[in-house]
């Protein structure tokens, strides 16, 4: 009986120091509530941390993304900008082809010509001045304002000296004297290309001066006429592009023939903003005798003395209207206005 209080005794001691031994070691760190409160807390840092790293990594993206979403649109824009430009570029490339494209050909009117305005005002710059070899000086009002390109022409040409020393080689009576043929039999011209047609209106009265040309109606080149006399059915078919108005009594005393026995020859053409001094008669006559027979190799102008004459079809030049021939269809008879 007192062992058996004795050993429970002696049980009951070394479970209360077994108790013992565990309460000093929670009692050497914290009490258990703290310790609870620390291990709460440091779980609770714990999951704040973890719930905290989401919402930063959410909101860094969303600045991230706000930041890089602005660049990444304005990347594509200059993109968007760079086809901009090579949708331009077609565009010069469609122009081309309507640049390249020619225009189209001056064709024949059918309707009523234009009624041509008054003369301008004579002024140096647009008098053609012709000293003939028959004596005298010959003065040609030129008409920029209704046939430009073919003044220009005869601009060009007189400055380059073209027309000096060429001679009338086809001159019918009752009709006209024409010349600036640098081969003299009416099938030659400059290097430079045919000129289109500049139909005006300006009528093919007494002194009026013209461009020859062959069968298509856009082939006038160099070739030149003077009319003695009015031949209006001609109006639709030639550019006139001037008009004498000083020496036209030089214009009448022109060689006739085809070609002339002796042909008038253009001594020398220049324009009146030129102030060339006017030759003698004379002097002019002198100029325009004709030369000893010689070989033209190596001539400027290479002109033959004895032009030869051009083969039939090969003519430049006007044709005379016939008396009593009607006009073509396409020439219908207009009533207009045409200068005094």
């Known amino acids: 009986m007192r062992l058996s209080s004795l050993f429970a005794g002696l049980t009951g001691l070394l479970f209360a120091g077994a108790l013992a031994a565990q309460v ?55 993109a968007a900008e760079t086809p901009a430009p090579a949708a331009e570029t077609p565009a010069p490339a469609a122009d081309a082809p309507a640049s390249a494209a020619q225009p189209a050909a001056p064709t024949r009117p059918s309707g009523p010509l234009p009624v041509p305005p008054p003369p301008p005002p004579l002024t140096p710059e647009n008098t053609w001045v012709l000293d003939l070899s028959d004596g005298g000086r010959v003065q040609i009002q030129l008409r920029p304002d209704v046939a430009p390109n073919t003044v220009q022409r005869i601009k060009t040409l007189t400055e380059q000296g073209f027309y000096n020393n060429l001679i009338f080689h086809r001159v019918i009576e009752g009709f006209m004297a024409q010349g600036g043929d640098p081969r003299g039999n009416g099938t030659g011209g400059s290097t430079l290309p045919d000129l289109p047609a500049e139909i005006n209106g300006l009528p093919h009265l007494r002194g009026a001066v013209a461009m020859a040309r062959a069968q298509d109606l856009n082939s006038a080149n160099s070739q030149f006429y003077i009319m003695f006399t009015p031949h209006l059915a001609m109006d639709r078919d030639y550019t006139v592009f001037g008009r004498v108005v000083s020496g036209m009594n030089f214009v009448d005393a022109i060689q006739r023939g085809e070609p002339p ?31 000893a027979p010689a070989s033209t190799e190596g001539s400027i102008l290479g002109i033959p003395s004895a032009p030869p004459r051009a083969q039939p079809g090969t003519n430049v030049g006007p044709v005379m209207p016939q008396p009593g021939v009607p006009r073509q269809p396409e020439q219908p008879q207009q009533q207009r206005r045409r200068p005094s």
């Open 24 to 78: 000093p070691d929670q009692a050497a760190g914290d009490p258990p509530a703290p310790a609870a409160s620390e291990a709460a807390p440091s779980e609770a840092q714990a999951q704040p941390p973890a719930a905290a790293t989401p919402a930063p990594a959410a909101e860094a993206p969303t600045p991230g993304d706000s930041q890089a979403r602005p660049p990444a649109a304005e990347t594509p824009a200059p």
């Open 261 to 291: 026995a002796n042909p008038t020859r253009i001594v020398r053409a220049s324009l009146g903003s030129d102030n060339v001094p006017e030759m003698s008669a004379e002097a002019l006559r002198a100029a325009g005798a004709p030369a």
